[in-house]
């Protein structure tokens, strides 16, 4: 049996739905899992033991009509018995009629009649999403091929001894110590109305180094180069001391490698955040404010895996609105997430975790 999951893009979405895999390889152990992914998100779900192949395409063979019609008419000499369409728009829906599985599987939308066999409808019961609502929607994906779907499944990366093993000589050649403890701050998110202001993230940073004496990695693209230097500049002249602010990683695989040996990650939740729990990295994320906090705050026990969201401080900010009602208020709500409403929080997650 041949199986197709399609999930093109972002690169947490895409590590996010390995659970989907996971599932199908629980309820199909024998079948073949193919994995349609961007070919920048490769770096997160290789090694994937639960992935048979994987389809890395590009955006000319994805974002176009005449690329998804070329794309699918590859696809479907595969055979699939089953598609399932996480990613839930309308190239994607496109792809999955073309190719034909007998199943097709993806999220009751306007087009869903006309793409899918099976349209899913995300429950009104959210307490069948014991890890949040981004996995347990992607989990109820399957639940029209089980009675058993593993709600408790969570994303994992797969790193090679080999690969674990170059990211310790990489970190020594960086003049970092094993020995010692080691933070990665996720520095800046993914957009500024993802990223707590700069002045903030460094007084995070301040009271973090203050309380462990780590050393410190920042997590940052190169175009972010001077607003990471802007936080670096913010800090304290003893911080200064223990950031390794030089210190990037010359691809997205090779940071795995890296955070696989940190001691924790902190900072803006997303990508950074989201791997450093696939790796089992205690985490600490600071949530936008107009990001719905329970729908990614998956595992988080109060101890190994703590968030924080300016709702949990400042309810009266939002009313009877759901956070995601304000994101064109992102930057002013910012403002109201000052470091010291957080602080309680990283004094028990630093105090639990070093």
Request: charged fraction near 20%; proline fraction near 4%; aromatic fraction near 10%.
């Given at each position: ?107 009751k939308k306007w087009f869903a009649p006309w793409a899918y066999t099976t349209a899913i409808k995300n429950s009104p019961d ?58 990665m701050v996720s520095a800046l998110g993914s957009s500024m109305n993802k990223t707590l202001p700069l002045i903030y993230m460094a007084q995070v940073v301040d009271l973090t180094v203050q309380k462990t004496g780590s050393q410190v990695l920042f997590n ?135």
């Open positions: 049996m041949n199986i197709l999951l399609i999930q093109y893009k972002m690169i947490g979405d895409v590590l996010t739905s390995t659970i989907i895999a996971e599932q199908l390889k629980i309820i199909y152990p024998d079948a073949q899992i193919y994995y349609l992914i961007s070919k920048t998100a490769l770096a997160v779900v290789e090694g994937n033991t639960a992935i048979d192949k994987f389809i890395c395409v590009d955006n000319k063979e994805f974002d176009s009509w005449r690329g998804v019609f070329t794309l699918a008419r590859k696809l479907k000499k595969n055979n699939y018995s089953i598609s399932i369409d996480a990613y839930g728009k309308n190239n994607s829906a496109l792809l999955s009629r073309i190719v034909g599985a007998v199943q097709r599987i993806g999220y959210p307490e069948i999403y014991k890890t949040g609502l981004s996995l347990g929607s992607r989990l109820l994906l399957t639940a029209s091929l089980t009675q058993n779907v593993q709600w408790d499944l969570l994303p994992k990366i797969h790193l090679s001894e080999s690969e674990k093993q170059e990211g310790k000589n990489w970190l020594i050649e960086n003049g970092l110590d094993l020995n010692s403890p080691i933070t940052y693209l190169p175009s972010q180069k001077d607003q990471a230097f802007e936080i670096y500049n913010a800090c304290l002249p003893e911080t200064q001391k223990h950031i390794f602010i030089n210190a990037i990683t010359p691809s997205l695989r090779d940071y795995l490698k890296v955070l696989h040996h940190c001691t924790t990650v902190i900072g803006n939740e997303g990508g950074a955040i989201n791997m450093g729990k696939a790796l089992d990295i205690p985490s600490f994320a600071i949530f936008s404010p107009w990001i719905n906090k329970r729908s990614w705050n998956a595992g988080e026990d109060g101890k190994k895996h703590i968030s924080v969201h300016l709702k949990d401080f400042k309810p009266e900010l939002y009313g009877t609105k759901k956070a995601s009602a304000f994101k064109k208020q992102a930057q002013e709500l910012y403002q109201h997430f000052k470091p010291e409403l957080m602080f309680e929080n990283l004094k028990k997650f630093v105090d639990g975790n070093y």
